[in-house]
């Protein structure tokens, strides 16, 4: 039960929740200032550049306090700030409004030197906030992500399309506290979260009117179950879905079909295809692209239909995300319905998303979502479809008109209404349980309707920005941040200037696939440029092994999965669930937990054949040996085929995990 204490005087007020400062404001050292700015933001291909020209930030001070109502004076100009909080469900709510003509707000919270913070959405560099500003917009996640680096560099120089450690698909303004409480904030205005100073953590909101959200726990999975409890939670994933190799392959039917037999012929348990180019293909300078028409194209993949009915062993899966290619039938018949989100002169936005133009579907339209909404029904399901790839979402512009309203309110929430949207075409088809469909994008409530979310499009490398290492921070932020189901591309995506993908990196990741709830290959943007797992004898045995070693874990997985579903505890953990300690959150994030009993350490780094990692506290059983190491430091051999693991001494589970070692 929350406990809220509430202390005022004349001109400070001091808020705690079960014990824990979690507000403080006082003329001193003010936690509240309202502002007024003028944001210039320019966007290309989805990748944003944001600015704002602050003209004002004013200090306010307390002038009246009562009993779950503080209001703030701005002691020039006079205007009034309201914040009212009431205590619901085990959180604090809080409502703020101010009086008139400000349109900025800043708001802190206090801190502790040596606090961590982690969430904020799906962040890929780190897992620990602290000490860096983290924009809130969802946009492309961009190639190399750090600006130190020669990938990004020749990124930015192309089409600025570099990104920076902050830019994601899904950010969500949500952390939690190495305290034991966490933040959220309910508005889907541009945010930004500033963990920059020691004393305190700022939330920076383009509006005055705000709603968010505290909570406090003794845990990290009671902290998750209440902002699950607020967010929503996942379905557990049908046994097809976290057993064998989602494989992906595409250029036809012949090709489909011929690659399924090759990997199943050599021993792979292929439990998917998933082809992202069933609705045609086209070339650009960037690789291989869709043809964004949402239809089965006869002309690549004839007889797919037939291929579908007759393989009962399998899913198929296909692509579709929320924009319609000009020159398809679908852009056609959304043009002639009024179904596309418009220019602020009253004509459809269409825009460039790399050499071809497409309208954006009204999702906030109610007739223009349910007949997309039919799209999905009819054209993916109805054709046989078990799952697909509902990609994008991150695109829509600031000046967009919406009958929802405009594009600076709608951008954020864009990624949940197309969440929804594929949600609702799957359940009013009877097919929840049955079909998965998986989102880059994300907002909060994303959680509610997405069934599954991948990573995005990771280079074919191992920098810890953008590669390999990058998806296992951004499955334990995205856990953290209420999303307990994550996969990423096998061996990468994005293949540009000198990225090549190797048989070292396909293997690691393959690996690290493994122990993860969902494993999925992807060809890349330029598959001929790549190594791919059916190349050689060699990579399809090893592939082979390790969809063996996954099947294995089915039996564990679904408990983890079912966990995620009931309480929002993600599948994927950092390693401070099992000791809240400083050399955890140090350590974790290239190492994490897989459900309750095992500890995953994948190898990151080229050419390793050991790998240094921190057990918590416990006895630990390595998995490939049987060898049995107690909490500390360790060093353990790491050769392709045996990625670390450990298991728990005394886990349910321990036979099964015992029972891999002989395969």
Partial sequence: ????????????????????????????APAVFLGKGTPDVTMFRGNFDVSDRVTARCPLRLTEAADGRLTFTE????????????????????????SGGFNRLWLRLPAETDERVTGGGEQFSFLDLRGRLYPIWTREQGVGRNKATEITRLADETDGGGGDYHTTFFPQPTFVSSRRYFFHLENYDYAELDFRESAYHEIGVWNTDVRFVLATGESYPELLQKLTGLLGRQP????????????????????????????????????????QDWEGTRQTSFGKRNFWNWQWSEALYPGLDKVIAADKDRAWMGYINPYVVEEG???????????????????????DFGEFNCGVVDLTLPAAYEWYKDVIKTNLIGFGLRGWMADFGEYLPVDAVCHGGDGWA????????????????????????????????????????????????????????????????AALTLGMSGFGLNCSDIGGYTTLFYLRRDEELLMRWLEFACFTPVMRSHEGNRPATNVQLYDTPELLAFTARMT?????????????????????????RPLFFAQDCETAWKTANYSYLLG????????????????????????????????????????????????????????????????????
């Fill in 548 to 572: 063996a070693l996954h099947d294995a874990l089915l039996p564990y997985l679904r408990q983890a999965a079912r966990q995620n579903e009931e309480s929002g505890l993600p599948v994927m």
């Fill in 236 to 275: 557990a994933l049908p046994d097809w879905a976290m057993k064998g190799l989602w494989l992906g392959v595409q250029g036809g039917t012949e090709r489909a079909a011929a690659l399924r037999d090759r990997c199943v012929d050599a021993g792979v348990d292929v439990s998917a295809v998933w082809i």
């Fill in 410 to 473: 709608l951008h954020n929430l864009w990624p949940t209404l197309w969440a929804k949207c594929n949600r609702e075409a799957v359940e009013e088809a009877g097919m929840l349980g049955k079909c998965v469909f998986y989102m880059r994008a994300g907002a909060a409530e994303t959680q509610r309707y997405s069934t599954l979310m991948w990573a995005g499009d990771q280079n074919v490398d191992w920098s810890p920005d953008d590669g390999l290492p990058s998806a296992i921070t």
């Fill in 329 to 351: 039938s679908l852009c056609r018949y959304a043009v002639a319905h009024g179904y596309l989100v418009k220019r602020p002169d009253g004509g459809d936005y269409l825009f």
């Fill in 1 to 28: 039960m929350l406990k809220t204490h509430f202390d005022a005087t004349a001109a400070a007020v001091r808020l705690t929740l079960d014990g824990k400062p979690l507000f403080s404001h006082s003329d001193g």
């Fill in 596 to 663: 309750d009993d095992l500890l995953v350490a994948p190898v990151v780094e080229p050419g390793a054949v050991t790998r240094a990692l921190w057990l918590p506290e416990g006895e630990w059983t390595h998995l490939w040996t049987g060898k049995t190491y107690p909490g500390g430091d360790a060093t353990v051999p790491a050769p392709l085929g045996e990625p670390p693991v450990f298991y728990r001494a005394g886990s349910a589970f321990a036979d099964l995990f015992a029972g891999m070692r002989e395969m």
């Fill in 75 to 98: 002691p020039v100009s006079g205007e009034t700030y309201t914040l009212t909080f009431t205590e619901e469900n085990g959180v604090v709510r809080f409502s703020g409004k101010a």
